[in-house]
């Protein structure tokens, strides 16, 4: 069964908040090595829902086995959470959350990559003040030029959920819909990068942190004994 993947996985992580040195790991001070309580079937059931489409099945699994959010990598995950205005992750416990994601924005079609092609091509035509007669038409067709910019960038994002902050804007994102469902992504905006494929579906990313994070812990040298008093 799909869910075998995450036995004991959560006990693990909970594990790690108590070892030493902790504290040092990155991200821990957004999380703690802290989850979430898990999702109920009638919870997933909901939100699959308002998302309009089922949930990538490892990910699914997780929220059923391990956490709703909390503990992961960089600054932790984000939870899906229910309100009046229907379902969307926040960073419910964290210190440093990435930005909300409406389930109804998350189950819109995922077309990060025909954007980026129209990106890279928007970007060849950024006007150029000498082509221009006046400084008013210069800055009309700038204008222009930005707002469709921003458009198409802003549309990158449907169709994937902000999972977790990397830290200076940049966040990882775990796509929703389309033929890459269930894997994650990373938003690189802030360094002109785009958003781009990490190479690995939301299992693997997530259990190679917690396999690297006890590796880490494990190499750690041993805090100094306290001095015998006299």
């Not at 069964?1 to 108590?18: H, K, P, Q, S, T």
């Not at 954007?115 to 210069?138: H, K, V, W």
């Amino acid at each position: 069964m799909i869910e075998d993947m995450w036995a004991g996985v959560r006990e693990r992580v909970l594990r790690l908040a108590g070892h030493p040195g902790a504290e040092k790991i990155f991200g821990a001070r957004g999380h703690g090595f802290r989850l979430g309580p898990v999702l109920d079937e009638g919870e997933l059931r909901a939100l699959e829902a308002d998302l309009g489409i089922g949930l990538p099945v490892e990910y699914r699994s997780f929220l059923r086995c391990v956490g709703g959010g909390g503990a992961g990598p960089d600054y932790g995950l984000m939870t899906p959470v229910s309100d009046d205005s229907g379902w969307q992750w926040r960073g419910v416990g964290l210190a440093y959350p990435g930005q909300p994601t409406t389930a109804r924005f998350a189950g819109q079609p995922f077309v990060a990559e025909a954007l980026q092609e129209e990106l890279d091509s928007l970007e060849t035509q950024e006007p150029e003040r000498g082509a221009f007669a006046s400084e008013d038409a210069f800055r009309r067709a700038y204008a222009a030029w930005d707002a469709r910019y921003e458009e198409l960038s802003d549309a990158q994002e449907a169709g994937a959920v902000f999972l977790s902050e990397q830290g200076c804007g940049y966040t990882s994102l775990l796509v929703m819909t389309g033929p890459h469902r269930g894997a994650i992504w990373e938003d690189l905006r802030p360094a002109d990068g785009g958003i781009r494929p990490s190479g690995q579906n939301f299992a693997q990313w997530y259990r190679s942190w917690l396999e690297r994070t006890e590796q880490q812990l494990q190499a750690l040298p041993p805090a100094p004994e306290a001095p015998d008093r006299v």
